[in-house]
């Protein structure tokens, strides 16, 4: 998949000759100064297998150090898979962990807002101040949440022939989405970014 994402052309299919012309294409590239990566999203549901041949695509380097920069972004369930006794060569190789905080009540307002204007609504009273409060307790500031209460939110008023939208309408909307709002806190997770050195040199390197 990766040969394939960067347009490489191989004659032969198999596993060796895809590598080779892999680390022949990244060669050419750092030599003209380019930095070539690799994001992996959606990093938390890939298998043990899968993560260790991206972790072996880490070992393409030349005299100047890596040839592939590799980043991993997932759910909070990346982290944890991370700290298995089985991932423990790949989480040596991580040179950064970062975790991102759900929003304050103030960035989630101001994330609704620029959505709603970037999708051409210059007025955005349709979700009142108590709405947005209760719109960042519910999701707990979390925004792929936020995202999807928000969008059930505007099809169920636009059903409605409603601008505003309501208590009634949040609460079984909420409900339809098995949202618990029990806890009116947001959890607390402060964000950070932890750097990590190799004890001793590689000569090998999410």
Known sequence: MVAYDLDLKVPKATKTEVLFA???MLLERATEGG???LIVDEAHNLEWAVLEE???LGNLENRRGKLLQIVLAGQPELDRKLDAPEYR???QRIALRCVLAPFQLSECTEYIHSRLHRAGLSDVSVFPPDI?????A???GIPRIVNALCNNLLLTSFALETKVVTNEILDE???DMRLDWSRREAPRIEPHTVPFREQAPLPTRG
């Open 35 to 37: 930095t070539t990566v």
């Open 22 to 24: 892999l680390n022949q």
């Open 173 to 175: 909307v909420s409900q």
């Open 89 to 91: 060569q790949l989480k």
């Open 132 to 136: 947005l409060e209760e719109i960042h």
């Open 138 to 140: 519910r999701t707990q």
């Open 54 to 56: 991206i972790r072996m």
